[in-house]
């Protein structure tokens, strides 16, 4: 769960032309039709901002123009770059080449293109960098849980439904390698192991629509999707941009209140939290994060995890596995990190705690 505002200028600035919200939280579309994107342009400014919606949720995009690009070709990219990532690795499209990967059998080499081969390694590899904190085929624990597709349950799975659900998991029963002819593959070991990307995928897109900026030759932009977002250069105004990172309440709305307000120059902010998605089973308070290695709900206090780091892949996935590993293990992988600050925000009795990571920024005014 993503817990984002952003904003383009000073926040202060009462002018609506030089204000970006950017709505933190993410439905299913499952079921009803998807708004088509909206443009939205100042000539005054030579900037444009475009908002749709992908992968379940929506996406926001605002930057500069430069020559004689027009913003439907800024529009067409995002679009493509976007619709190209949920079509390869969505869990909602059957036709998925996800989806049809996980319907596969077992022990039989699967092709897929190579841009889901790539998201695939570089979940695994941060599986086994965490050993098993992140885990790219937990789907069935957190379907046990009321959290998945399956919908929600007003009790606690048993234990014998908790040790069956974990002998269907585990990420080293996929491996990414390539056939004869060089193509990309998947493998699987067993045949009931699926993969979900959801924790890592969001992040590619958005990287994958600042690379269709990029192609462009975009100087400045900001795309953000279902909350986890990237920016490169300087905001409409000349001003760098300024990420607002929401302080964790039950209650509160996104933007409402603001723990921590950072630029993040040409970088990626992700933030995992459980403070807005939990439920209540047996009369206690259950996360919707669920740990891979014990099958069972985090219990160690942290309410969010923000994340800064080079791709929005990088951020987006490690601040799953951050919320998952708790304080001290997560401050000690991002130490381990190169290019990458983490912020987390652990419960303390009625209060909260912020911790940071050595060079986390500094709050801007």
């Known amino acids: 769960m993503s817990l984002f505002r952003c904003r383009k200028d000073g926040l202060t600035s009462s002018s609506l032309q030089l204000l970006l919200l950017l709505f933190a939280f993410s439905a299913p579309s499952c079921g009803r039709a998807e708004p088509q994107p909206v443009t939205t342009t100042d000539s005054s400014q030579g900037s444009w901002r475009l908002e749709g919606s992908v992968?379940?949720?929506?996406?926001?995009?605002?930057?500069?123009?430069?020559?004689?690009?027009?913003?439907?070709?800024?529009?067409?990219?995002?679009?493509?770059?976007?619709?190209?990532?949920?079509?390869?690795?969505?869990?909602?499209?059957?036709?998925?080449e996800l989806s049809r990967f996980?319907?596969?059998?077992?022990?039989?080499?699967?092709?897929?293109?190579?841009?889901?081969?790539?998201?695939?390694?570089?979940?695994?590899?941060?599986?086994?960098?965490?050993?098993?904190?992140f885990d790219p085929t937990v789907m069935p624990l957190v379907d046990l849980w009321g959290f998945g597709p399956a919908g929600r349950h007003l009790e606690a799975p048993?234990?014998?439904?908790?040790?069956?659900?974990?002998?269907?998991?585990?990420?080293?029963?996929?491996?990414?390698d390539s056939a004869k002819d060089g193509l990309p593959v998947l493998w699987k070991e067993h045949a009931e192991r699926k993969l979900d990307l959801s924790a890592i995928a969001k992040g590619y897109g958005v990287d994958a629509a600042c690379a269709a900026l990029d192609a462009l030759g975009v100087p400045d932009y900001l795309v953000e999707v279902g909350g986890e977002l990237r920016c490169k250069g300087v905001s409409p105004s000349g001003r760098p941009w300024r990420i607002g990172i929401d302080a964790p309440g039950d209650m509160s709305r996104p933007g409402e209140s603001l723990q921590t307000v950072l630029e993040p120059g040409d970088g990626a902010v992700a933030t995992?939290?459980?403070?807005?998605?939990?439920?209540?089973?047996?009369?206690?308070?259950?996360?919707h994060t669920i740990d891979p290695r014990s099958g069972r709900p985090l219990q160690h206090g942290l309410a969010s995890v923000s994340i800064l780091a080079p791709t929005c892949m990088m951020a987006d996935a490690l601040a799953t596995a951050c919320m998952v590993m708790g304080r001290e293990e997560a401050l000690a992988l991002i130490a381990a990190t190169p290019d990458t600050e983490a912020m987390l925000i652990a419960h303390d009795g009625e209060r909260f705690q912020v911790y940071t990571s050595a060079d986390w920024p500094r709050e801007r005014d």
């Open 158 to 176: 048993s234990e014998e439904a908790l040790a069956q659900a974990l002998q269907s998991i585990g990420w080293e029963a996929i491996r990414v």
């Open 55 to 96: 992968m379940g949720t929506t996406w926001n995009a605002t930057g500069t123009f430069r020559g004689e690009l027009e913003v439907a070709e800024v529009l067409r990219a995002i679009g493509t770059a976007l619709d190209r990532v949920d079509l390869l690795m969505s869990t909602y499209k059957p036709d998925s």
């Open 102 to 133: 996980n319907a596969a059998p077992a022990n039989v080499p699967f092709v897929v293109d190579a841009e889901t081969a790539f998201v695939v390694d570089a979940a695994l590899t941060l599986a086994a960098t965490t050993e098993g904190a």
């Open 272 to 287: 995992s939290g459980d403070y807005r998605n939990y439920r209540v089973l047996d009369g206690a308070r259950v996360s």
